[in-house]
């Protein structure tokens, strides 16, 4: 098959490559790889030259993972020759090389950001590691990508957790994705600056999260909701920002969670059932919601 056209080769070596993977023979993937990269047919044209860039970057994912293997016998090995340390480090140099390159092409790599990523941080690299996957997040070159985000703000998180840099970048997750799951958190962090402005974002944001049915049922977002609501009320004019967000959301948000049908389900978990009960007036003041606790019925 690949040399039935010329003009297939190289990815029909990837998808040989696959295979292999697939079936566990990765050092004979990384071989049939190996032969790809070196392979040219005639003048090379720029879509020949990424595929050959895309076969590279394989290769390189393959002496990751043979770095990952060597790396998890070492740790379970007493004594550690320096050979054994040394040949692991080769496949780390080995991958990383190509790794760096490819990420200098706009496109989506998450599986060799997160790859290069490890290799960095464990050897201690963590500058770099920082600088890799802030420019994979913030070049404009590179099509939008939540994952990007989400990569930078583990890092930080674990590395240099800052609220201001962790929220600086749950602000551009939240422009992508605004029922991403860290937007709890992102919620939380701006609650905790307990700033009059950044709680009111903090509102916003939760109802964001909670106009996507997904969320619909979640008891951490209605307890951080009513986090929030009992913050606000420390202002003269809480009602007045409540009542603005709600505005546009008056129409629907009662048949999304505050119906009959909803008390009912919800009733399966009574803690849910309590808070979304308190907010449900405060949320929704002027309108008759068929939304009732079992008191509320008896009364």
């Not at 993977?21 to 071989?31: C, T, V």
């Not at 690299?125 to 583990?154: G, I, M, R, S, W």
């Amino acid at each position: 098959m690949k040399h039935a056209g010329f003009g297939h080769y190289l990815m029909i070596s990837l998808e040989h490559a696959f295979h292999l993977m697939i079936n566990g023979y990765i050092e004979e993937a990384k071989g049939q790889l190996s032969i790809a990269e070196s392979w040219r047919y005639g003048k090379e044209t720029a879509v020949q030259h990424q595929k050959s860039s895309l076969i590279q970057a394989y290769r390189s994912l393959l002496d990751y993972i043979i770095w990952c293997d060597k790396k998890c016998k070492l740790r379970h090995t007493e004594y550690v020759e320096p050979g054994q340390s040394k040949d692991m480090n080769n496949y780390c140099r080995q991958a990383s090389v190509n790794l760096k390159e490819i990420l200098k092409i706009p496109g989506v790599w998450d599986p060799f950001i997160i790859s290069y990523v490890e290799m960095l941080v464990y050897y201690d690299n963590h500058e770099e590691a920082l600088t890799v996957l802030t420019n994979y997040a913030y070049d404009a070159t590179f099509p939008p990508n939540p994952n990007a985000y989400v990569y930078l703000y583990k890092f930080l998180k674990e590395h240099d957790p800052s609220a201001r840099n962790l929220m600086k970048v749950l602000k551009k997750l939240r422009v992508l994705v605004p029922s991403h799951e860290l937007m709890l958190e992102y919620s939380s962090l701006l609650l905790q600056t307990e700033k009059t402005s950044n709680v009111q974002k903090a509102l916003r944001v939760v109802l964001e999260m909670l106009d996507f049915a997904c969320w619909r049922s979640n008891l951490d977002v209605w307890k951080l909701l009513k986090a929030i609501i009992q913050t606000l009320q420390l202002q003269d004019d809480w009602e007045d920002v409540v009542l603005r967000n709600m505005r546009e959301r008056k129409d629907w948000w009662p048949m999304l969670h505050f119906t009959s049908m909803h008390s009912i389900k919800d009733s399966e978990n009574p803690k849910l059932l309590k808070i979304k009960s308190s907010l449900a007036k405060i949320l929704c003041p002027d309108l008759p919601l068929q939304y009732t606790t079992e008191t509320d019925a008896t009364l």
